[in-house]
């Protein structure tokens, strides 16, 4: 029986997925044990595009800086019956313990391998993933996933691993921009209901006056008819 308490990592097909929660997610996966320690590293995550003006003039700037959180743990799966649980898998709660040893962690390593690496079917690629234990939640990718056979059975499936991760912070675009208020930044977003060509310039550029020039940039036949889901360009102006 694993805890509630243990850390868990989560997977969605995609990152907005994340925000609505379990009943969205593809799978799950929770550690046996806890890792001792966990660490956390940010490091500077800096846009390499050069942003034009309006005018199609280039302006010189250094995109905000954004730091990107990376968190890196170990942890062990043991299936030598030391341990009271056995490691979260699909067949191994089915299980007697001595069935489960002759069987090996693969089926609990297939699942962690899934809810970290492998591809999806509907997307082709590897799923986002939630991390949370306590005070700890991260919403990211997995970069690196390390596994270390230390102890075989009779058959030489392996009954003991070490296992590492690194997950790193997935930067969604829109989230950090509204951190940056500077008019200075390439922004393109989608327009939702209530959403005024105005409001939007007096956001983006802290005056609505703006609101004829990039509706020319943007071809649009009228400032007053923004269509829902539509995504608009407010790049940086020359003032």
Known sequence: MLSFFNLSITAFETYEDIAWGYFWSVDSYQLQINPSSVS????????????????????????????????????????????????????????????????????????????????????????????????????????????????????GSAVRAEISITIEEFINRDVEESKYQSPDITRIPTIKSGDTLPALCKEFYSDKKYYVKIAEINGLPSFRRLKLGEKLLFPPLEK
């Not at 250094?62 to 043991?78: A, G, I, N, Q, R």
């Not at 690496?117 to 970069?143: E, Q």
Request: aromatic share 14%; with cysteine; glycine share 10%.
């Open 40 to 155: 956390c590293s940010f490091g500077k995550n800096e846009g390499d595009d050069e942003p034009a003006s309006a005018n199609g003039g280039a302006i010189p700037q250094k995109s905000p800086t954004y730091f990107k959180e990376t968190v890196s743990f170990k942890f062990t799966l043991d299936l030598t019956g030391v341990i009271p649980s056995v490691p979260d898998g699909d067949w191994y709660w089915m299980l007697p313990s001595e069935m489960s040893y002759f069987m090996g962690l693969d089926d609990s390593i297939e699942k962690l391998k899934g809810v970290t690496i492998y591809p999806l079917r509907a997307t082709h690629a590897p799923p986002f993933v939630h991390l949370v234990w306590g005070d700890i939640s991260l919403k990211g990718v997995v970069t690196d996933l390390g596994i270390e056979y230390t102890y075989f059975n009779s058959t």
